[in-house]
């Protein structure tokens, strides 16, 4: 199986901040990596596919790059609405595996 | 837009099979996508369960697959889980969700806790 590894666990910010999560891969996914984004008590919600494509009608603060083993999730400007639990998901070869999960938080 | 709604027994015992269906509003199942099960443990991760095509095409995770069948019903547009020999490790939040055709979740239902004890 891939093994997805996300960092930091957590991370505690203030609004307008610029936030970075990391992804990595226990082997090469290409750019085969989801984000979601999930709010307690809620499903997981798609926010970019294909490493880098954000889902129709996510905020465009939202971003991902990279490729390989090594990807990032940034919001440009953090704002209220984004305190929430953030997963990767490797969809290169089953089974699909999620990242641990980065909690973005209150600073 | 495509709506997803689990139901099901919210408490099964210790050894029985847990027994979920996901139905599927708003779109067809029999469109280019495939239908999967994603679990997560109180306070825990994701867990990918199965995946099953409209054909009746089935993947599971290899970690399950001894307990897992699912099935579906395209004249009621709906899939189910079965997982067999419940523990209380099974305790979650159930979610059916919709998957592309290369495999990432586009679309979830709300999901569903259930909790396995005697």
């Known amino acids: 199986d891939i093994q997805m590894t996300q960092s930091p666990s957590t991370l505690s910010a203030s609004i307008g901040d610029r936030v970075t999560i990391t992804c990595r891969a226990s082997?090469?996914?290409?750019?085969?990596l989801a984000w979601y984004q999930q709010k307690p008590g809620k499903a997981p919600k798609l926010l970019i596919y294909?490493?880098?494509n954000l889902e129709i009608g996510g905020p465009s603060r939202f971003s991902g790059s990279g490729s390989g083993t090594e990807f990032t999730l940034t919001i440009s400007s953090l704002q209220p609405d984004d305190f929430a639990t953030y997963y990767c998901q490797q969809y290169k070869s089953p089974p699909w595996t999620f990242g641990q999960g980065t909690k973005v938080e209150v600073k | 837009q495509v709506q997803l709604q689990e139901s099901g027994p919210g408490l099964v015992k210790p050894s029985e099979t847990l027994s979920l269906t996901c139905v599927v509003s708003?779109?067809?199942?029999?469109?280019?996508?495939?239908w999967g099960w994603v679990r997560q443990p109180p306070g825990k991760g994701l867990e990918w369960i199965g995946s099953i095509q409209h054909s009746g095409s089935t993947y599971y995770n290899p970690s399950l697959k001894s307990r897992v069948t699912m099935s579906v019903d395209t004249s009621k547009n709906q899939f189910s889980l079965n997982l067999s020999s419940a523990t209380a490790a099974d305790t979650a939040v159930y979610y059916c969700a919709r998957l592309t055709w290369t495999r990432y979740f586009d679309h979830w239902g709300q999901g569903v806790l259930v909790t396995v004890s005697s």
């Open positions: 708003d779109y067809s199942m029999t469109g280019d996508f495939f």
């Open positions: 294909k490493a880098s």
């Open positions: 082997q090469s996914i290409s750019g085969w």
